[in-house]
C-alpha cells in the first residue's frame, strides 16, 4: 500500500483508498447509444451543459433597466391590453404572464423588443420577466412560427399513436409554413386522443390519414377539421342527458 | 349502476354557458339561500358535507375554510383550474359546459371566508373554456353576483380569469400562488399553509374547481343529505376522467364507492377487442398503478389508499397488453423530468437521473442492479421536497418496477442481445 493511498485528516481518519484493478475496462457502447446521450444533454461553447451561459456578455453596456416610456416606443393596443390588466390585482407584477402572453401575440414570440415593451409598460426590468417567460412552456423566448400546434405527446394520447401523429404532422410541414409543431405535455384532452391544439383549437382524435388535409388547413388558416373540434364534442356519460 | 348526476345533469343543454339558461334551471338560488345564512352557517354545512377536495389531495373543503383567520382583513379565494395532471379533464367539461356552477360555488366559498377577491387560475392550454369562462364572468358581474354588495347583502367579492402558460407545477397550490403573483411558479415551504400566508402573503382559500362547484348542491341539498351520498369518508359523487386504451373515454359522474371495473369496462368500454388490461392508474398518472387483480375494488380515497395507491385527481389511465412498461415509465419520466421547477434537488437531480437510468434500460447498456438503483433513487426523493412532484414520478414509477419487475429485466436483456458489444481489443 502506497503512502499515496492513505488520507489523514479530521474527516477521514487514515483509510485506505482502493484503487480499482487495471483488467476492468468497461465495454464500449454503440456508436448509436453514444450519440442518442449526446443529444439528449447537448453541449455548447464553452464546454456547459446550460444553454444561454456561452451567449457573450457584452461588457461594454450597462445592465438593463427598467426602460425609459419616452424612448421606448408600445404599440398602442398593447398598452391599452395590458394597462387594463394592472387594475384586477392588489400587486400589478401578478399581470405579468398575461402581459407576456398579450406581447407575444403581437410580436410572435417574447422578443427582445417584445420584453421590453412589457417591462416598459409594467415598469419591470426585462431580466425580471425574461427569467418569468422563460419558465413557461407556452412563453417562446426564441423565434418560432406563429401559428401554434401543440401536439399532446404524454401518457394517454401516446397509448394512442401520438408519437406518430407528431411525426406526421412535422413531416408534412415545409420549411417555409410559419407554423411552430411540437410536442406538448397532457392538454387535457385525453378523451379525444390523439389531439392536437391548433392556437387554442382543441381537435381530435386525429387519424394519420387525415394528417395532410389538417396541416392543408393550418396554412391556409381555415378551420382545423370542424367535424372534430372538441367543443362541439357531446358528453360521453349515458346518463349525463336525460 | 346508476349514480345520481348532481354536476353533470343534463349537461349538454344548448346554451347552459350563459346566464339565461342557467337561471332558467334555479342559478343563482343557492348564492341567495347562502347570502340568507351567516357565513359559519355556511362554513358548517361544507363540514357536515365531508366534502373532500376533488382536485387530488383530498382534504375536507369545510375544514380548510375553517382554518383562515376570522376577522375584517385581505382574504383571497382562489380556484385552481390548472388542471395538468396527465389522464385527468374533468375539470374542463364542467367549465366550458357550466361556468356559472363554478362562479356561484365561488362567491359561495368566498362569501363563508370572508374573501374579498377571488381569482380563477385557469391553464393557458384552455384558451377556449377560459373563453368561455370569462364571458360567463362578465355576464355574472353585469347582473350583480360579482361585485360589491352582492345581492342586497354585505358581501363584497370581485373575481377575474387568469390564464396560466403552461406549467404542470402550477397546480400545485403554493405554485400556483407564485405564478398568480407573477413569479415562476415555484412551490413554497408548507407550513405555513395558503390559509394563513397565501397570495400576497395573505390568508387564501385555495381549492379545484370540481370543490368549489359542488358547493351550490350542498348548499342546495344540505351538507347532511350530500353526505349520504358515496362511500364512508368519501361521501359524494364525482367527476371521473377514463382514458388511454379503451373503448369509450370521457368524463363520467360516479357515485364514490362505485366498482372500479364498472367504471373502466362498464361506462369507458373497457379495453379494445382482444386485448386485456395489463395495469391501469387509478388517480392520474403521478398514482402508484394497480393490476387486474384490483378492479374489483370500490373507487373511493380510503380504498385506494389502503390499496397503495391514491384517488387523486379521479383520472382512470388504463393500459392494455400491447404496451411495454418500460415505455410507459420512460414516458412518465421525461414528463416530471420536464416540469420540474427546479427549486429542490432530489426533485431536479432525481427526475434527471430516473430518466437517464430509464433510457439506459431501453437502449440495453443497463442491468438489473440498474432497476435496485432506479428504486433507490425514488426512495430518496419522496418526502424530501418541498412540494410533491418527486414523489408524483416516484410513486408510480416505484411500483411499475416492483410490479412488472420481470418484464423490465427481460426488456434489459432482449435490449443488450440485439445491440451486443462490438469485440474490441482494448489498449
Not at chain 1, 78 to 83: D, Y
Not at chain 1, 130 to 137: G, L
Not at chain 2, 308 to 334: C, Q
Not at chain 2, 400 to 426: Q, S, W
Request: glycine content about 10%.
Amino acid at each position: 500500500m502506497s503512502d499515496a493511498t492513505t488520507r489523514d485528516n479530521i474527516f477521514n481518519p487514515v483509510v485506505p483508498i482502493a484503487t480499482p484493478p487495471a483488467e476492468i475496462v468497461p465495454a464500449a457502447p454503440t456508436q448509436q447509444r453514444i450519440a442518442a446521450f449526446k443529444d439528449e444533454a447537448p453541449r455548447y461553447a464553452d464546454g456547459s451543459r446550460v444553454p444561454g451561459w456561452d451567449d457573450p456578455v457584452d461588457l461594454t453596456k450597462d445592465p438593463a433597466t427598467i426602460p425609459d416610456p419616452a424612448t421606448t416606443p408600445v404599440p398602442e393596443a398593447l398598452r391599452a391590453e395590458i394597462e387594463g390588466l394592472l387594475p384586477r390585482y392588489p400587486d400589478p407584477k401578478s399581470a405579468s404572464i398575461p402581459a407576456l402572453a398579450a406581447a407575444q401575440r403581437v410580436h410572435g414570440w417574447c422578443s427582445p423588443t417584445a420584453i421590453e415593451q412589457v417591462a416598459c409598460v409594467m415598469q419591470l426590468t426585462p431580466a425580471y420577466l425574461i427569467a418569468v417567460a422563460s419558465f413557461y412552456d407556452m412563453l417562446d423566448t426564441k423565434p418560432v412560427g406563429r401559428c401554434r400546434v401543440y401536439v399532446c405527446t404524454n401518457i394517454s394520447c401516446s397509448l394512442n399513436g401520438a408519437d406518430a401523429l407528431l411525426d406526421a404532422i412535422q413531416g408534412e410541414l415545409n420549411e417555409g409554413d410559419d407554423v411552430h409543431a411540437r410536442g406538448f405535455e397532457c392538454l387535457g384532452a385525453c378523451d379525444i386522443a390523439p389531439m392536437a391544439s391548433i392556437d387554442g383549437t382543441y381537435v381530435g382524435p386525429i387519424s394519420l390519414d387525415e394528417v395532410p388535409t389538417l396541416v392543408d388547413q393550418i396554412r391556409k388558416g381555415e378551420e382545423p377539421l370542424p367535424e372534430k373540434q372538441l367543443l362541439k364534442r357531446p358528453s360521453v356519460d349515458p346518463e349525463a342527458n336525460g | 349502476m346508476s349514480s345520481p348526476h348532481l354536476i353533470f345533469k343534463d349537461i349538454d343543454e344548448p346554451g347552459l354557458n350563459t346566464l339565461d339558461v342557467y337561471l332558467k334551471r334555479g342559478g343563482y338560488e343557492n348564492l341567495k339561500k347562502a347570502l340568507q345564512m351567516p357565513p359559519e352557517g355556511v362554513t358548517e354545512e361544507l363540514l357536515q358535507s365531508n366534502l373532500r377536495g376533488r382536485g387530488g389531495a383530498g382534504f375536507a373543503m369545510g375544514k380548510k375554510i375553517s382554518f383562515l383567520p376570522q376577522g375584517q382583513m385581505d382574504k383571497y379565494v382562489v380556484c385552481n383550474a390548472d388542471e395538468s395532471e396527465p389522464g385527468t379533464f374533468k375539470d374542463r367539461e364542467l367549465m366550458q359546459k357550466i361556468p356559472h356552477l363554478l362562479i356561484e360555488g365561488l362567491l359561495i366559498a368566498g362569501y363563508a371566508a370572508g374573501a374579498t377577491k377571488s381569482f380563477i387560475f385557469i391553464r393557458g392550454e384552455y384558451a377556449e373554456q377560459a373563453e368561455i369562462l370569462e364571458k360567463a364572468v362578465e355576464e355574472a358581474r353585469a347582473a350583480g353576483y360579482i361585485g360589491a354588495n352582492i345581492l342586497g347583502s354585505v358581501h363584497t367579492q370581485d373575481l377575474w380569469v387568469h390564464r396560466g402558460a403552461g406549467a404542470y407545477i402550477c397546480g400545485e397550490e403554493t405554485g400556483l400562488l407564485d405564478s398568480l403573483e407573477g413569479r415562476r411558479g415555484n412551490p413554497r415551504l408548507k407550513p405555513p399553509f395558503p390559509a394563513n400566508q397565501g397570495l400576497y402573503q395573505g390568508p387564501t382559500l385555495i381549492n379545484n374547481v370540481e370543490t368549489l362547484a359542488t358547493a351550490p348542491l350542498i348548499i342546495e341539498m344540505g351538507g347532511a343529505e350530500y353526505a349520504k351520498l358515496g362511500a364512508e369518508n368519501s361521501t359524494g359523487t364525482k367527476l371521473v376522467s377514463v382514458s388511454g386504451n379503451v373503448t369509450n373515454p370521457g368524463n363520467f359522474e360516479i357515485e364514490l364507492g362505485m366498482k372500479s371495473r364498472d367504471i373502466i369496462e362498464g361506462l369507458a368500454g373497457g379495453v379494445p377487442e382482444g386485448r386485456k388490461i395489463k395495469f391501469w392508474f387509478p388517480g392520474g398518472s403521478s398514482s402508484p398503478v394497480l393490476t387486474p387483480e384490483e378492479l374489483d375494488l370500490p373507487y373511493d380515497f380510503d380504498t385506494m389508499a389502503k390499496a397503495g395507491s391514491m384517488l387523486g385527481s379521479g383520472a382512470i389511465i388504463v393500459v392494455d397488453d400491447s404496451n411495454s412498461v418500460v415505455d410507459v415509465a420512460l414516458k412518465l419520466a421525461k414528463f416530471y423530468k420536464h416540469e420540474s421547477c427546479g427549486k429542490c434537488s432530489p426533485c431536479r437531480e432525481g427526475t434527471n437521473w430516473t430518466v437517464k437510468m430509464l433510457q439506459r434500460i431501453d437502449t440495453g447498456v443497463a442491468t438489473p442492479m440498474d432497476l435496485d438503483i432506479l428504486e433507490s433513487v425514488q426512495q430518496q426523493i419522496m418526502g424530501n421536497c418541498l412540494c410533491v412532484l418527486g414523489d408524483a414520478m416516484a410513486m408510480p414509477l416505484s411500483s411499475m418496477v416492483n410490479k412488472f419487475r420481470e418484464e423490465f429485466e427481460e426488456h434489459i436483456e432482449l435490449a443488450r442481445e440485439a445491440d451486443p458489444y462490438p469485440e474490441e481489443a482494448v489498449a
